[in-house]
């Protein structure tokens, strides 16, 4: 059996379980496996043409598949998949601490409140 780690915003799809034992010989066929026994994962992995997402990071044991043979990479028993989404963020664009009117973090420091080691 392979065993899939699955990211904490996708465990509601999993019943809440962090790990998931599939079958399958490779990547794509333990992907299909897992979400053969969670359906609503689907969606959130692959896209319409039945692609696995972009912005789904799989990797086995270590290693990023892409880095391997992707999708066909072939796995064995023991072997752990992670899937892992990609996190986008950040500032909205033209976003400038100097547009905010709250000062930078280094000048909000006062030197009476910082604490000293004794010497």
Wanted: net charge neutral; hydrophobic share 35%.
């Amino acid at each position: 059996m392979i065993t899939i780690r699955v990211p904490t915003p996708l465990r509601p799809y999993t019943g809440g379980a962090k790990e998931v034992e599939v079958s399958g010989e490779t990547v794509t066929e333990a992907l299909g496996d897992l979400v053969q026994h969670y359906p609503d994962l689907k969606r959130h992995l692959f896209d319409d043409a039945g692609a696995l997402r972009a912005y789904v990071n799989v990797f086995l044991n270590d290693d990023d598949v892409r880095t391997l043979q992707g999708e066909a990479t072939p796995l064995k028993p023991g072997d752990r998949l992670m899937i892992i989404p990609s996190i986008a963020g950040g500032a909205p664009t033209g976003w400038r601490r100097e547009e905010r009117q709250e000062p930078a973090p280094s000048a909000r420091i006062r030197l009476g409140s910082v604490p000293t080691r004794p010497a």
